[in-house]
């Protein structure tokens, strides 16, 4: 099966892009007190200069004093990080390349392995990070309010500094997150309720802001799961009527691409069909998609943090369900994580030169 389709050319509102292969927004951990540095720069050049369509950062959070679980993990706010990111996008660009920052709230977390916690206790919906654990307070409307401003802010700081668009992440049982689910979201006030579609607004209302904020020729991403890290195969919406009332008041208020997170891109999300995550998402809202998760490796990412190598796989399932018209864009992991000319060995058909990924590819930028 031909890959020439995942090398046509891919354009919504101002983004255009030269392929249809993303690189996935994957924590590195390498900006010490949130800056990111030259090396965080080369880094991303790299990608761009290998050829990856539509590069998503590394989650970066937002302007709140505890948005953050990490003090290595960048900010997109502060003069001196956002001075940081204008190298970045400066040195996509002059490789070709397009990008988009991830824009990011941690909500409430573990405490960091190294003892470092923020400066504020950690805020969420509830004070719940996951059933029956607390680990920091429940947000004020005022908290709220403050918050949905801070990812405007970074928004609209992303299209000054010339990024070609923006991704909120909503997914992984963070912030965003933490609001949709009935585990960690038992609030009683307008943020809460017993259905899903009601626990969308708090996302509805950072979107509206982010749009307003970057006008309306600005592409906006959201990066969605129905699995959280502490419930692998979990699910917040158990058929394609739940899934519709989830995302299409986030498509209304400005959702231009749903990223859609899958731990293996090949799973159907419902059984009467062997549609994917992002192949229902796109049914139900008929906005295009992003689909995710072990593309081109045969072991699925979270092993990988367990000390699991993966070696390269093959294409042909995606290829299949990209052609029927499922999805419209492919984010890769791992492999652009060990290898910044993956694309154009992909596209060269390369693929005796393909390497596999092993954990020593996380503790460097390669």
Known sequence: MSNLSLFKPFSLKSLNIKNRIVMAPMTRSFSPNGVPGDDVAAY????AAGEVGLILSEGTVI?????????NIPRFHGDISL????????????AGGAMGPQIWHQGIMDNHHSGWTPLTPFE?????????????????????????????????????????????????NYLIDQFFSDKTNHRTDKYGGKSLAERTRFAVEVIKEVRKRVGED?????????????????????????????????????????????????????????????????????KATITVGSV??????????????????????????????DFD?????????????????????????????????????L
């Open 218 to 286: 600005f592409p906006l991403i959201i990066r969605l799961s129905q699995w959280k890290p502490y419930e692998y195969n979990g699910k917040m919406a158990n058929t394609p009527e739940e899934l519709e009332a989830w995302l299409q008041p986030l498509a209304e208020a400005g959702i231009d691409i749903f990223h859609c997170s899958q731990r293996r891109f090949w799973e159907p999300e419902f059984e009467e069909s062997d549609l994917n995550f992002a192949g229902w998402a796109k049914k139900v809202t008929g």
């Open 83 to 94: 001075g940081g990111w204008q190298k970045v996008i400066n040195g996509v660009h002059a």
């Open 124 to 172: 969420g919906p509830s004070g719940l990070n996951r059933p029956e654990n607390t680990n920091g307070h429940a947000m004020s409307e005022k908290d709220i309010a403050d918050t949905i401003k801070a990812f405007g802010d970074a928004a609209a700081d992303a299209k000054r500094l010339g990024f070609d668009t923006v991704e909120i992440h909503g997914a992984h």
């Open 329 to 365: 864009l492919v984010a890769v992991g791992r492999p652009l994580l060990a290898d910044s000319d993956w694309v154009k060995k992909i596209k060269d058909e390369r693929t005796g030169e393909l390497k596999g990924f092993s954990k020593e590819a996380l503790a460097q930028l």
């Open 296 to 325: 081109g490796l045969n072991g699925e990412f979270l092993a990988a943090f367990k000390g699991e190598s993966s070696e390269p796989s093959s294409l042909e399932e995606l290829l299949r369900r990209f052609d029927r018209g």
């Open 44 to 47: 991303y050049q790299r990608r």
């Open 63 to 71: 302007n709140r004093p505890a948005s953050s679980a990490d003090p």
